[in-house]
C-alpha cells in the first residue's frame, strides 16, 4: 500500500508542472475563460434585456428604475473597509441568490413594488455581467470569475 502511494505521489509531482502551466496558458484559475467567458457575459445580457422587458409590463415607472439601477453599487463603499469585506459585500449585492429571492416574494406575495425592485436588481446584475464585471475575489476589485478586470486582461 505505502509503494502504491509513493508511485501516486511521484506521478503526480511529475504531472503537476505541466497542468499548471496548461491552466495558466487558458485562465487565471478560479476565472472562466474564452467561450465560457463569452457565454457568460451573452448570459448577463439576456437577463438584462429580460428584466428590463418585465418592468416594462409590471414597473413602477422608469423614474424608480433609473434610481434603483445604481443602487447595488453602493456596495463598492465597503472596498474603504480593505478588499475582503469589500468583495464579500460586493457579492452579496451582485448575487441572483438575493434579487430571486426578492423577486419570488414579489410575486407570491403580489406585491408590485417589491416585483420591480426586485426586476431592477436582476437588470443591474445582468448589464454587470455583460459589461464584464464578474463577482469579485478578496485579492482586489478586478480579481473576478469572469476574469481580470482592465486592460491587463490576458483574456
Known amino acids: 500500500m505505502a509503494e502504491a502511494l509513493q508511485l501516486v505521489a511521484r506521478v503526480a509531482r511529475r ?7 496548461e ?22 445580457l439576456a437577463v438584462f434585456a429580460v428584466a428590463v ?5 409590471f414597473g413602477a415607472g422608469w423614474g424608480l ?3 434603483l439601477f445604481l443602487l447595488p453599487d453602493l456596495s ?4 474603504l473597509a480593505g478588499p475582503r469585506v469589500g468583495a464579500a459585500a460586493y457579492n452579496a449585492a451582485h448575487s441572483y441568490a438575493g434579487a430571486l429571492g426578492l423577486l419570488a416574494a414579489g410575486v407570491l406575495g403580489a406585491m408590485p413594488l417589491v416585483l420591480a425592485v426586485a426586476l431592477v436588481w436582476c ?8 459589461l464584464g464585471y464578474g463577482l469579485k ?7 473576478t470569475h469572469l476574469g481580470r478586470l482592465g486592460g491587463a486582461d490576458p483574456w
Open 53 to 57: 422587458a418585465a418592468y416594462a409590463q
Open 15 to 21: 504531472a503537476a508542472p505541466s497542468t499548471r502551466l
Open 137 to 143: 475575489y478578496a485579492a482586489g476589485f478586478s480579481e
Open 76 to 79: 463598492c463603499l465597503a472596498y
Open 23 to 44: 491552466v495558466l496558458s487558458h485562465a487565471k484559475a478560479g476565472s472562466v475563460s474564452r467561450g465560457v467567458r463569452t457565454v457568460l457575459r451573452l448570459e448577463g
Open 123 to 130: 437588470a443591474h446584475i445582468g448589464f454587470d455581467r455583460a
Open 65 to 67: 428604475f433609473a434610481w
